[in-house]
């Protein structure tokens, strides 16, 4: 029987955690930051490489106001 058959939660590793399938993550790849997803490859758990990039926050800083 598969594993998650059997109750056994089917996870990926990355980051230093544990991530269930179906999961999205950034990961470290040797071209850079890269979105995949934990996904089930036969009996094994595996990362794909998706093709969005991964998320990025900024914060715009206000104009500088003019003296006087």
Excluded: F, Q, Y
Aim: net charge positive; aromatic share 2%; glycine share 8%.
């Amino acid at each position: 029987a598969a594993a998650d058959e059997a109750g056994i939660p089917c996870t990926c590793r990355a980051n230093g955690a544990s991530h269930p399938v179906g999961a999205v993550v950034c990961l470290s790849t040797p071209s850079g930051m890269s979105l995949a997803r934990c996904g089930r490859v036969l009996n094994n758990t595996s990362w794909s490489i998706l093709s969005a990039p991964c998320p990025t926050a900024s914060i715009e800083r206000p104009a500088a106001r003019a003296p006087g």
